[in-house]
């Protein structure tokens, strides 16, 4: 089913789905390493390593509930695929991969690691309650 939406993403999207054997996309190793992400240059690769990725995710990973949501969870991997192959570019001491986090949004991905963003862009620094009964409010300011 999954394939069915990306296929279905790319062939109504303008995707170059017609040069693409998704059968031979199932496999991880299309995106789990440096050198497999180094080699997705084009459409077809990113299509091809999209359509592994999908296959391969856990069920608690993102499902997608619409033909847009699909749309923008492939845009959000190519941007991902994009971030790894330019980390990886830089010969720095370590290396990014392609990881469950490529197809989420920010807020999705903050989710995941704990972090709750404000849901309005004004900051509150009011901090947290103060210890011992105190009205709250930051204890270092005034």
Known sequence: ???????STQSTGGGALGSVDISKCDGTDKYDSVAAVEAIQNEDDYLCAFVAFQ??????DVQYVSQ???NNRYALFK?????????NSQDLSWTAGVNFFCD???????????????????EDDSGPPMIGGGSGGNPFSG
């Open 1 to 7: 089913r999954v394939r069915e939406a990306v296929v």
């Open 55 to 60: 296959s391969n995710k856990e069920t608690f």
């Open 68 to 70: 847009e949501d699909a």
């Open 79 to 87: 941007t991902c695929v994009g971030e790894v192959q330019d980390i």
């Open 104 to 122: 989420m949004t920010d807020e999705e991905r903050a989710g995941m690691n704990g972090l709750l963003l404000p849901e309005d862009e004004e």
